[in-house]
């Protein structure tokens, strides 16, 4: 059963990864952006634990996204090593445009499901996470 929850992770995000293409943001960037959309301020290790991946990877993202200044960082009142990411005015208009698209390529992919199937893997899916 994993093998096949992978081969449908694989296909959204292929088709992801096609809608984004010709943009300059990467799935993982889009990914990043929304997250903090979600969750206004953030430090890297929360980041990297939603993504899944590790902070040499987020580090990686964080830094193409400063450079576009789509996030800025800020240090934490009590402890100035630690910096928090936000997304900046840019970064919410970014994460505005690019999540339709990204998300239309992905009910795309359930497209082949009527809307009670829909619906019904919603609510298994649910009960997973």
Request: aromatic fraction near 4%; include cysteine; charged fraction near 25%.
């Given at each position: 059963m994993?093998?096949l929850?992978?081969?449908?992770?694989?296909r959204v995000?292929?088709?992801i990864?096609?809608?984004?293409?010709?943009?300059?943001v990467?799935a993982?960037?889009l990914a990043?952006?929304?997250?903090?959309?979600?969750?206004?301020?953030?430090?890297?290790?929360?980041?990297a634990?939603?993504?899944?991946?590790?902070?040499p990877?987020?580090?990686?993202?964080?830094?193409?996204?400063?450079?576009?200044?789509?996030v800025?960082?800020?240090?934490?009142?009590?402890?100035?090593?630690?910096k928090y990411l936000?997304?900046?005015?840019?970064?919410h208009?970014?994460?505005?445009?690019?999540?339709?698209?990204?998300?239309?390529?992905?009910e795309h992919v359930f497209?082949?499901?009527?809307?009670?199937?829909?619906?019904?893997?919603?609510?298994?899916?649910?009960?997973?996470?």
């Amino acid at each position: 059963m994993s093998r096949l929850i992978r081969m449908v992770e694989m296909r959204v995000s292929s088709a992801i990864r096609s809608r984004l293409h010709g943009t300059g943001v990467s799935a993982a960037e889009l990914a990043m952006l929304r997250i903090l959309r979600k969750a206004p301020a953030c430090r890297p290790s929360d980041i990297a634990e939603a993504m899944g991946v590790g902070l040499p990877t987020v580090s990686k993202i964080m830094y193409r996204l400063l450079a576009r200044s789509w996030v800025r960082q800020t240090p934490a009142a009590t402890d100035h090593r630690c910096k928090y990411l936000q997304l900046t005015a840019d970064g919410h208009r970014m994460v505005e445009e690019l999540g339709a698209d990204a998300d239309l390529a992905g009910e795309h992919v359930f497209a082949k499901l009527n809307g009670e199937e829909q619906q019904q893997l919603m609510r298994l899916l649910l009960k997973l996470v």
